[in-house]
């Protein structure tokens, strides 16, 4: 205990420097008695008895301890100066804030997103060269893409429908792997191209998630919390036009450009060359597939919010696409460092107080020096 004493005092911060020169005075103030006396031994004084006898007389316990009490009582009182200076004890702490990008990820799931493009040389399927992307997207590639790990990311997909695969949250690693899990529409009832559906539904999620942050900053007694919206972003990414759902595209641009939503479009396939694999006899063959896609709508629902329109041909041109929006679309990370600083001066005042009231007391009693 008495080495953790010392520890905390060694690395301790004194607020109070300036309690450390009272201790040359105390010192001073009690070496001058001793000094008085020893000079007062070589006055001459008149003779008229002598204790010459006594000094082979052996001393007794109280004799011998009738210093404690002075060495008590000044130790005491050296100890409160020290305590004035105030030692304490500092425990960083860091706070991070962040203005972070809230965003929507709408894609695409209808059966023509089954159809082939190129990427890394290598002929995959629409959605399985979307799901790449987004992956290094969300979680960054280690070269142009830095991720989004501090922004708030949720996953619109839609077909016939649109539905939400995983809401806003910050935690870009769950959101891909709700990504991952990403299926074309398999049955007939269910397949389509519902984007007025799905933009409409993406650009609720981010009212919502906004409103939800001010009601609680207002009723926070700390604020906002380390959070904020600084801007609020969809990516619609599709290969065909709206031919399902009860939205229409545009009056759901009009509805997020209200709500103060950048809609960015990206048109998979769009002026490029699809195509579909079909078994033969003679084994599987690639068929070329036209593209149905209405870019006019993709290109006015980006210009009603703000946002761009932007065509991926094949998969390197989709990476072209993520890191544009990338690019543009930044969140702020702030941090600060605290310092808070815990007092300590209680480890010298109560055994200061303690040693010259222990001091008083056997002065005034037991060791009592006689007049």
């Given at each position: 205990?008495?080495?953790e004493w010392?520890?905390?005092?060694?690395?301790?911060?004194?607020?109070?420097?300036?309690?450390?020169?009272?201790?040359?005075?105390?010192?001073?103030?009690?070496?001058?008695?001793?000094?008085?006396?020893?000079?007062?031994?070589?006055?001459?004084?008149?003779?008229?008895?002598?204790?010459?006898?006594c000094?082979?007389?052996?001393?007794?316990?109280r004799?011998?301890?009738?210093?404690?009490?002075?060495?008590?009582?000044?130790?005491?009182?050296?100890?409160?100066?020290?305590?004035?200076?105030?030692?304490?004890?500092g425990?960083g702490?860091?706070?991070?804030?962040?203005?972070a990008?809230?965003?929507?990820?709408?894609?695409?799931?209808?059966?023509?997103?089954?159809?082939?493009?190129?990427?890394?040389?290598?002929?995959?399927?629409?959605?399985?060269?979307?799901k790449?992307?987004?992956?290094?997207?969300?979680?960054?590639?280690?070269?142009?893409l830095?991720?989004r790990?501090?922004?708030?990311?949720?996953?619109?997909?839609?077909?016939?429908?649109?539905?939400?695969?995983?809401?806003?949250?910050?935690?870009?690693?769950?959101?891909?792997?709700?990504?991952?899990?990403?299926?074309i529409?398999?049955?007939?009832?269910?397949?389509?191209?519902?984007i007025?559906?799905?933009?409409?539904?993406a650009?609720?999620?981010?009212?919502?998630?906004?409103?939800?942050?001010?009601?609680?900053?207002a009723?926070?007694?700390q604020g906002?919390?380390?959070?904020r919206?600084?801007?609020?972003v969809v990516i619609?990414?599709?290969?065909?036009?709206?031919?399902?759902?009860?939205?229409?595209?545009?009056?759901?641009?009009?509805?997020?450009?209200?709500?103060?939503?950048?809609?960015?479009?990206?048109?998979?396939?769009?002026?490029?060359?699809?195509?579909?694999?079909?078994?033969?006899?003679?084994?599987?063959?690639?068929?070329?597939v036209?593209?149905?896609?209405?870019?006019?709508?993709?290109?006015?629902?980006?210009?009603?919010?703000?946002?761009?329109?932007h065509?991926a041909?094949?998969?390197?041109?989709?990476?072209?696409?993520?890191r544009?929006?990338?690019?543009?679309?930044?969140?702020?990370?702030r941090?600060?460092?605290?310092t808070?600083?815990?007092?300590?001066?209680h480890?010298?005042?109560?055994?200061?107080?303690?040693?010259?009231a222990?001091?008083?007391?056997?002065s005034s009693?037991?060791?009592?020096?006689?007049?």
């Amino acid at each position: 205990m008495i080495a953790e004493w010392f520890s905390t005092l060694t690395r301790a911060h004194w607020e109070s420097p300036w309690a450390f020169a009272l201790l040359p005075g105390l010192a001073l103030v009690a070496l001058v008695p001793l000094v008085v006396r020893r000079l007062s031994r070589g006055a001459p004084a008149p003779v008229l008895s002598t204790t010459e006898g006594c000094a082979s007389l052996p001393r007794s316990l109280r004799q011998r301890v009738l210093w404690l009490p002075a060495a008590l009582s000044w130790s005491g009182v050296a100890l409160l100066c020290v305590a004035l200076a105030r030692p304490q004890i500092g425990i960083g702490r860091v706070e991070t804030s962040s203005d972070a990008v809230a965003i929507q990820l709408v894609v695409d799931r209808s059966g023509s997103m089954n159809q082939y493009m190129e990427l890394d040389g290598a002929l995959v399927t629409r959605i399985d060269a979307v799901k790449r992307v987004l992956r290094d997207f969300l979680l960054g590639d280690g070269r142009d893409l830095r991720g989004r790990v501090s922004d708030l990311v949720g996953l619109v997909v839609f077909a016939r429908f649109a539905e939400t695969a995983c809401p806003l949250v910050r935690d870009a690693r769950t959101v891909s792997k709700f990504v991952d899990a990403v299926n074309i529409a398999q049955m007939r009832f269910e397949d389509g191209t519902a984007i007025g559906d799905g933009l409409a539904l993406a650009a609720a999620r981010l009212k919502r998630a906004e409103d939800e942050l001010a009601n609680r900053r207002a009723s926070s007694a700390q604020g906002a919390g380390d959070l904020r919206i600084k801007s609020k972003v969809v990516i619609l990414l599709t290969d065909g036009d709206n031919n399902a759902g009860e939205a229409d595209p545009l009056a759901a641009a009009q509805l997020a450009a209200e709500w103060g939503i950048k809609v960015y479009t990206i048109g998979v396939g769009a002026g490029g060359m699809s195509y579909q694999v079909v078994r033969t006899p003679l084994g599987e063959q690639r068929v070329p597939v036209q593209n149905n896609m209405d870019e006019r709508v993709l290109k006015q629902i980006a210009e009603i919010t703000g946002g761009l329109y932007h065509r991926a041909q094949d998969g390197e041109a989709l990476r072209r696409v993520y890191r544009e929006i990338d690019r543009l679309e930044k969140s702020t990370i702030r941090t600060v460092e605290y310092t808070d600083w815990q007092e300590r001066f209680h480890l010298l005042a109560l055994p200061g107080a303690v040693a010259l009231a222990l001091g008083v007391l056997l002065s005034s009693t037991v060791l009592r020096r006689n007049p």
